[in-house]
């Protein structure tokens, strides 16, 4: 069987596969002339082309230590001059192993090497050319992407950056500063809404929180978001027979309103239903008291403020009325 050698003459012509974004083609493309060992002529005939790509353990020779690519493209068709174009990673099935695609290659390690290897149809393959991959111009620019410019003061474990408008500083971890409170009572109904207007609504438990940014006064049932930034504020509370009623969250000092919930309606005996409110607080400089103030149209005693579910198995009841999420997002 006639072997073929490749002398590579346009080498790689483009290699527009480094990126994780969708719309860019994860493609290799060489450009190559066969020619005959011998005689040198060119080779017009059919022939197979297979290139592996490698990690290589050694900057300045190759000492491969990674296989992180491999594919063959059968049944390639020289032009007259022994010439012909190849593009790799159009086709899965073309792949030495499915493990080994070109959308796995960790293009990041740095110092990768190229492979490649021929047969005549039927032959047995044999590296011809291996070298190293090069930068592209626009690579130099990407390769900023790993450093990290105009940053003020470095971030400790678990903290994000936020881009303060000049430069980028430590940001919040949403979940570092956070709480869920409830009403939570036993075998009880929510309560009578002792005044047709507004009224307070109890939050007695804290279920879950983190940081020191909210706390809750389970006296004065009033949260207390204790640190300047933005708050993400999410709370609901139900109400039965009561007609119209809404649900806002007030500043415990001024009453002012800062979100106002959605209209909800209750209008006969078995009818329960929950109005929410949800929004942003800024708290600018000195912290900040609110609470849940609830508008029903009508008194209604022991269940105006939400009916009771009754006894849970073995467990005893455990009834949930007003609830709140507080979390601190800047």
């Not at 491999?70 to 007259?80: D, L, M, R």
């Not at 709480?179 to 507004?198: H, L, P, R, S, Y």
Request: net charge negative.
């Amino acid at each position: 069987m006639r072997k073929v050698l490749f002398f590579f003459a346009a080498t790689l012509a483009s290699m527009a596969a480094l990126s994780q974004t969708t719309n860019i083609p994860y493609n290799l493309h060489f450009t190559a002339v066969a020619r005959n060992p011998t005689t040198h002529n060119p080779v017009t005939s059919q022939v197979n082309v297979q290139l592996q790509v490698y990690h290589s353990s050694s900057g300045t020779s190759f000492s491969p230590d990674t296989l992180e690519y491999c594919e063959q493209i059968n049944s390639i068709v020289p032009n007259a001059f022994g010439e012909f174009s190849v593009t790799f990673g159009t086709s899965s099935a073309l792949l030495c192993s499915p493990e080994l695609a070109l959308t796995n290659t960790q293009w990041n390690h740095g110092n990768m090497w190229y492979v490649l290897q021929y047969d005549t149809l039927g032959g047995s393959l044999t590296p011809i050319d291996t070298g190293r991959f090069s930068s592209s111009t626009y690579a130099f620019a990407s390769h900023t992407a790993e450093q990290l410019v105009n940053v003020g003061t470095a971030p400790t474990t678990g903290q994000t950056l936020a881009w303060n408008g000049t430069s980028w500083s430590p940001g919040v971890n949403p979940w570092n500063d956070y709480m869920i409170a409830e009403d939570q009572e036993g075998d009880v109904d929510g309560g009578t809404n002792v005044f047709q207007g507004w009224q307070k609504r109890t939050l007695n438990t804290v279920v879950s929180s983190a940081g020191s940014a909210i706390s809750l006064n389970a006296t004065s049932y009033c949260i207390k978001l204790n640190q300047a930034g933005t708050y993400y504020i999410r709370a609901s509370a139900p109400a039965g027979n009561v007609g119209s009623h809404i649900l806002e969250i007030q500043d415990s000092t001024t009453s002012a309103t800062y979100i106002r919930g959605t209209s909800a309606y209750a209008n006969s005996a078995s009818m329960n239903t929950v109005s929410e409110a949800e929004g942003i607080i800024t708290v600018s400089a000195s912290p900040i008291t609110i609470f849940l103030n609830h508008y029903t149209d009508n008194v209604v005693t022991t269940y105006g403020l939400g009916y009771r579910i009754g006894t849970l198995g073995t467990s005893g009841a455990l009834n949930v009325y007003s609830k709140i999420f507080v979390q601190k997002v800047n």
